[in-house]
């Protein structure tokens, strides 16, 4: 079989997935191991279990870098590109067509029924997701340390790209060195905090195109965790430091990450347009997603290597529970914004019981989160 023909299998499964793909990285990567693994057997378990463990030691979206993964190994460097795009394009468009419904109807009483509804499920499927995490990622006292400590400092105006760095090199050290495991932890942990800056502003920045890229570059070059943590980093930047979003676009735009299929980083096109259009739109879907093609296209051929260190293994650890610090202390924010009232409250507890016992997809419930703003608006 030639490379064209390669390239052109990786192009129909990628865009595939990438229109069909709903409920979030656990779900894409399970559809993706269906389809490489079961059915067109390019890789086997081993070597698809590489992949993910390779997803999980670089910066950005875990399922969209499986997909670049798996478009290298089957077609080469084009296969990497088509791999990638095929997979986030259908997204990024579904999201601009609602970005533009967004800015021309999402100031109008019906729309902000619909919004009435869709905020307290985004924050109960956040929380769920936030839980089910927490449950891998506290491997013991030091894990559980760095997450409570991570999420106290980021309230107190820690800078997040710092917290998420320091509780990998804090799980490193206490690994690594010598009688650190049991001694007393906080004497390792309590220097993060000299870490802190300002974390108020006192202007609202104006806005630039070329600045809007770079802030999406800067996350996607060293966001880690779930697409969710994506919540932490884009309230710091866009609603506190540079004030060009409310709490409330915020939520806006995570809830059209979920009803859309593909990455959940796709919420960088949603953003990118209400700011800047259809530039700010594409701009801001490059600069978040370009570094997950930089990163996999290095670290692939390494794959053998770091699967077996037990330092990059430990900064792994310390990496993935201060993005869940992070993520929770956003969502306790976030939650201030969305349950206004016993109506919100009761959605979010409905959202919770059919999520943790029934199981319902995430793009179910966010429908039915608008659909119950709407029929609380007509009552």
Avoid at 104 to 114: D, I, N, V, Y
Avoid at 297 to 303: G, K, T, V
Avoid at 317 to 343: C, E, H, K, Y
């Amino acid at each position: 079989m030639d490379n064209r023909h390669r390239l052109r299998e990786v192009a129909i499964l990628f865009l595939k997935l990438g229109i069909t793909a709903f409920g979030g990285p656990a779900a894409h990567i399970a559809m993706m191991r269906d389809e490489v693994v079961k059915r067109r057997k390019w890789v086997d378990d081993q070597h698809f279990l590489d992949l993910l463990g390779a997803t999980n030691l670089i910066p950005g979206p875990n399922s969209t870098e499986m997909t670049i993964h798996l478009g290298l190994v089957r077609a080469g460097w084009k296969g990497l590109i088509a791999g990638g795009a095929c997979f986030i394009l259908p997204a990024m468009l579904m999201v601009m067509a609602i970005a533009w419904t967004y800015v021309q109807f999402g100031t109008t009483p019906e729309a902000s029924w619909l919004l009435y509804g869709i905020k307290p499920v985004v924050i109960a499927i956040i929380v769920q997701a936030l839980w089910g995490l927490g449950q891998r990622a506290v491997k013991g006292l030091l894990t559980a340390l760095i997450g409570l400590t991570v999420l106290i400092l980021y309230f107190l105006g820690v800078n997040e790209i710092l917290l998420l760095f320091a509780g990998g090199f804090v799980a490193v050290i206490a690994k690594n060195l010598p009688g650190i495991r049991n001694s007393n932890l906080s004497g390792i942990i309590a220097p993060v905090a000299g870490l802190s800056l300002p974390a108020a502003i006192t202007a609202v920045t104006p806005f630039k195109v070329s600045h809007l890229f770079l802030v999406f570059l800067k996350i996607g070059s060293v966001l880690y965790g779930s697409g969710y943590v994506l919540l932490a980093f884009l309230r710091a930047d866009f609603v506190t430091r540079l004030g060009w979003l409310t709490d409330q676009q915020l939520i806006d735009a995570i809830a059209v990450g979920q009803v859309t299929p593909g990455p959940v980083f796709t919420t960088a096109t949603f953003i990118g347009y209400i700011l800047g259009g259809i530039p700010g739109a594409l701009l801001a879907t490059i600069g978040i997603f370009i570094p997950s093609f930089i990163f996999v296209a290095i670290s692939n051929p390494l794959i053998p290597r770091i699967r077996h260190s037990p330092r990059i293994s430990a900064f792994l650890d310390g990496v993935n529970i201060a993005s869940l610090g992070l993520m929770a202390a956003v969502t306790i924010q976030l939650g201030r914004a969305s349950f206004i009232d016993p109506m919100t409250i009761g959605i979010a507890v409905i959202t919770a019981i059919l999520l943790i016992y029934f199981k319902v997809n995430s793009t179910w419930l966010v429908a039915g989160g608008a659909a119950a703003g709407l029929l609380i608006n007509l009552i």
